[in-house]
């Protein structure tokens, strides 16, 4: 093994016992929760050793980063998240390579995945992105919907030809009322996760938790953690 190799293998074994240890503290069977890996900012080169490590499941957020990358890995077996605030004109690059988008939250948005989706012929899992600091009708800070828009825009993705809905997403937030609460704020979106799944009763999927904070998460019942810096290391500054 190379050295990035051996720092990747060590960093991945102590995230999958913080996780494991998490599942055991709140009663969860270790695969009810899928890890992915957020490699923005790293190589394709990283995403290779992780994928020989046993990752199957990798996220970014920036599409002029994420594109080449995919490309470049197209050959692996992987699930590509994309999981940052989407731009309508980068929907039909995002659309060539994601397979679920968790970071759906407004209507037009969803109409441009469906009509990208189906031109490419592709189905496209959708996380209706929920901002725990957005007051009614508003958006969140770094996106998402107000909990009270989740059923509008859940029933428009699950109508939408070329989406399937898959559930909710969360960033824990930074200002409002769950500001440096990420246990209170995980719970609050397994709650609504349960009132989404009494209209739409696939759409199980519960994304939330990072690196700094992926045991609350685990906790509350969520299905997946995005976790990136634990995994590959501190990231280097853009720009």
């Avoid at 994928?51 to 995919?70: C, M, S, Y």
């Avoid at 500001?179 to 709650?191: I, N, P, T, V």
């Avoid at 996760?193 to 992926?214: C, E, F, I, K, Y």
């Amino acid at each position: 093994m190379t050295d990035r190799e051996t720092e990747l293998a060590e960093n991945l074994h102590t995230v999958e016992n913080r996780i494991s240890s998490a599942c055991a503290a709140a009663g969860r069977n270790r695969d009810e929760v899928t890890l992915i890996v957020v490699t923005k900012t790293y190589p394709a080169s990283d995403v290779r050793l992780l994928h020989r490590l046993g990752v199957r499941h990798v996220a970014e957020n920036r599409d002029q980063d994420a594109a080449p990358k995919a490309a470049a890995c197209a050959d692996l077996s992987l699930t590509w998240h994309f999981v940052g605030q989407l731009q309508t004109n980068k929907v039909r690059s995002v659309v060539g390579y994601a397979d679920v988008v968790q970071s759906v939250d407004r209507l037009r948005l969803v109409t441009a995945l469906s009509a990208a989706a189906v031109r490419a012929d592709r189905e496209i899992g959708a996380l209706i992105q929920v901002a725990l600091d957005a007051g009614s009708g508003a958006r969140g800070e770094r996106g998402g919907v107000a909990p009270d828009g989740i059923g509008e825009l859940a029933a428009a993705v699950a109508e939408a030809p070329g989406l399937r809905l898959d559930g909710l997403m969360t960033v824990a937030p930074l200002a409002g009322p769950y500001a440096d609460r990420q246990q209170a704020a995980f719970d609050r979106l397994l709650e609504l996760s349960s009132l989404l799944r009494a209209d739409h009763p696939a759409a199980n999927m519960v994304s939330a938790g990072m690196s700094a904070d992926l045991e609350a998460a685990v906790s509350a019942g969520a299905t997946h953690v995005r976790v990136g810096t634990a995994v590959l290391g501190v990231r280097p500054r853009l720009g």
